[in-house]
C-alpha cells in the first residue's frame, strides 16, 4: 500500500522536463531524490542509500505532475451518458442527477474519479463540487479526497434543493446558515492532509446586485471566516446565453476580480477580457474535449489568454481524464483555427504558430499558478513538492518519440498506460503501471467520515462499488423526465430560446 513507501525515492537517470527561468523546458538526464514530501536534490551520480527506494528510470522520461483546474470529480457512475449531448442535454442527467447521490455514492464516485486522475499523471485538481446536499456530503468528498493521496482544492458548492423531479424543478441555497456554517466549519480547519486537500468555493450565481455580491466575496476571503483558498465559477457565454457579459467582466464590475479568481471555459470572451485577466491576476481554465463538444471553441491559446491560461477535465463522464490529451487536442485545434483565418484571406503558414511546449506548460507551470500552488508544484525543482510522474519511454506509444523529442513525445503520443509511476506529495500511488492499494483515511479533523478508518482498497474493490452504485443511480434517474428537464433549464439559466436552430421556421 501506499502508506508502506519508503520515504525517500530515487530516480536515477532519466530524462527530466525541467523548467528553466522563463519556464523553457530543457529536458535533462539526471537523477532526481525525493525525501519525505519534497524533491531534495536533482543532479548527477546521486547515490542511494540503504534507507532509499532506488528507480532505474533509463529510457524514462519523468514529469511534473499535471494538474487539472476544473474537475467534477464525483461524476464515475455518469460515465458513457453524454456521448452526444450539448451543455443543454448534459444538465439533467449529468449535474442535476447528483442530488440523487446517497453520501455513500459521492465517497465511491470520488474516490474513483480521484484515483483515475493519478492513474494518468494528475497530480493536483481543482474539484468544483456540486454534490453537496447535506453537511456530510462534503466531508464523504474530503474523506475521498484523502484516502486518494490526490492533491486537491476541494471547491464546495452550495447545495442546490429539488422541490420535485417531475417536473423538474429546483433552487440553490446560497446565503442560508447552514450553507455558510459548512463551508466555514470546513475552511477554518483546513489544510487536510498535511497541507494537500485545500478548501475553495464555487459559485456560479454572479448576477447578484451588489449589495449581495461583495459581501458575500469579502466573508469569502476573510480569514476569520475560512478563507478560500480559490474561488471559482463557470463561465459560458455566446449565442447560448444570448452574448451577454462574460464572467471575468461581471466580476471586474463589482471589483472582485483577484489572483484567487479561477473561470471555468471563459468561453466565447468579449474584447478586454484578455486584459482584465492580465491586470488582476484572475485565471482560467479551459477544458477542451468538452468546450469542443458542446460547441464553445476553447481559448487558452488565443495570444491576449494565454498568460492565465490553464486546462482541466472537466466531466471525466465524458472524456479522457487525461490532461496530455487535453494538451494534444486543444494544440491541434489552436493550429487548425490558425490556419483557418489565414486562409480567409487566401494565406497559409508554413509553420504551425504554436508549439507542443506551450500547452504542456498549461497543464503544468501554468496550472500551478491558476491553482495558486506555484509555490509547491508544477515543476521539477529543488524544493518543490515531489509530485511526479515517470512514462516509460519504450512503450509501443513512446518508443523513439521520447529520444527525438521528449516534450512532444508526452504531449502527441502518451496515454495513461505509458505511465509506469506517480508520485504525490513523494508518495509513490502508481508503480508498475497499476495503482497502488489506497487505506481508507480519517476524515477531515473533528468531523465524522462515512467510511471505517484503515480500511485497505484495492482497484476491484473500487470499481464492484461503482458498478453497484452505478445501477442504483440509474434506476433512480429513469424515471425523469429528461426532456421536461431540458426545458427547465433554458428557462432556469435564461438560454437564448429564439437562437437555437430547432426553434427557427422552415
Not at 39 to 50: L, Q, R
Not at 186 to 202: I, Q, S, T
Request: proline fraction near 4%; include cysteine.
Amino acid at each position: 500500500m501506499a502508506s508502506e513507501n519508503s520515504s525517500k525515492v530515487l530516480l536515477k537517470g532519466g530524462t527530466l522536463l525541467i523548467h528553466d527561468e522563463i519556464n523553457h523546458v530543457v529536458p535533462t538526464i539526471s537523477d532526481l531524490l525525493v525525501e519525505g514530501s519534497t524533491i531534495v536534490k536533482i543532479g548527477k551520480d546521486i547515490e542511494s542509500g540503504s534507507d532509499s527506494k532506488s528507480v532505474d528510470c533509463k529510457g524514462k522520461v519523468i514529469s511534473p505532475g499535471f494538474i487539472d483546474t476544473h474537475r467534477h470529480l464525483y461524476h464515475t457512475q455518469l460515465k458513457g451518458k453524454h456521448g452526444n449531448h450539448t451543455l443543454l442535454e448534459y444538465f439533467p442527467p449529468g449535474n442535476f442527477v447528483a442530488a440523487l447521490y446517497s453520501i455513500e455514492d459521492l465517497f465511491w464516485g470520488e474516490l474513483a474519479g480521484a484515483m483515475e486522475s493519478i492513474d494518468a499523471g494528475t497530480t493536483t485538481v481543482i474539484d468544483h463540487s456540486s454534490c453537496n446536499i447535506t453537511p456530510e456530503y462534503p466531508i464523504a468528498a474530503i474523506q475521498a479526497l484523502l484516502t486518494s493521496g490526490l492533491r486537491t482544492v476541494y471547491c464546495y458548492t452550495p447545495a442546490r434543493e429539488f422541490l420535485s423531479w417531475n417536473p423538474l424543478k429546483c433552487e440553490t441555497d446560497y446565503f442560508s446558515d447552514h450553507t455558510k456554517a459548512t463551508f466555514q466549519n470546513l475552511a477554518l480547519a483546513a489544510p487536510f492532509g498535511n497541507g494537500r486537500v485545500h478548501m475553495g468555493y464555487a459559485i456560479d450565481n454572479l448576477y447578484m446586485p451588489a449589495e449581495v455580491i461583495k459581501p458575500y466575496y469579502a466573508d469569502l476571503r476573510d480569514p476569520a471566516k475560512g478563507k478560500a483558498k480559490l474561488i471559482t465559477s463557470h463561465g459560458v457565454g455566446g449565442p447560448l446565453m444570448g452574448n451577454g457579459p462574460s464572467a471575468v467582466q461581471i466580476l471586474s464590475k463589482h471589483d472582485l476580480l483577484g489572483p484567487d479568481i479561477l473561470i471555468s471555459h471563459a468561453t466565447f470572451p468579449h474584447g478586454g477580457d484578455g486584459e482584465l485577466y492580465a491586470k488582476s491576476g484572475a485565471h482560467f481554465s479551459s477544458t477542451a474535449s468538452t468546450e469542443l463538444q458542446f460547441g464553445f471553441p476553447p481559448v487558452a491559446l488565443r495570444e491576449d489568454h494565454y498568460e492565465h491560461a490553464s486546462l482541466g477535465i472537466d466531466c471525466h463522464s465524458l472524456t479522457s481524464a487525461s490532461i496530455p490529451t487535453q494538451m494534444n487536442l486543444i494544440l491541434q485545434y489552436a493550429r487548425c483555427k490558425r490556419q483557418e483565418e489565414l486562409a480567409e484571406q487566401d494565406l497559409w503558414s508554413r509553420h504551425t504558430g504554436l508549439t507542443v511546449e506551450q500547452v504542456f506548460n498549461l497543464g503544468t507551470v501554468s496550472g500551478a499558478k491558476a491553482a495558486g500552488l506555484e509555490k509547491e508544484v508544477g515543476m521539477l525543482k529543488e524544493g518543490m513538492k515531489a509530485d511526479i510522474v515517470v512514462f516509460d519511454g519504450t512503450t509501443p506509444a513512446m518508443l523513439a518519440a521520447a529520444e527525438e523529442d521528449p516534450v512532444a513525445a508526452v504531449v502527441q503520443h502518451s496515454s495513461p498506460r505509458d505511465i509506469e509511476m506517480v508520485l504525490v506529495d513523494g508518495v509513490i500511488r502508481k508503480e508498475g503501471g497499476k495503482l497502488v492499494d489506497v487505506e481508507v483515511e480519517a476524515a477531515a479533523k473533528g468531523t465524522k467520515g462515512v467510511m471505517a478508518v484503515g480500511k485497505r482498497l484495492t482497484w476491484k474493490h473500487v470499481t464492484e462499488k461503482i458498478l453497484e452504485s452505478r445501477k442504483a443511480l440509474k434506476e433512480k434517474a429513469d424515471t425523469i423526465d429528461m426532456e421536461q428537464g431540458e426545458e427547465y433549464v433554458m428557462d432556469l439559466f435564461h438560454m437564448n430560446r429564439k437562437g437555437m436552430l430547432e426553434e427557427q421556421k422552415t
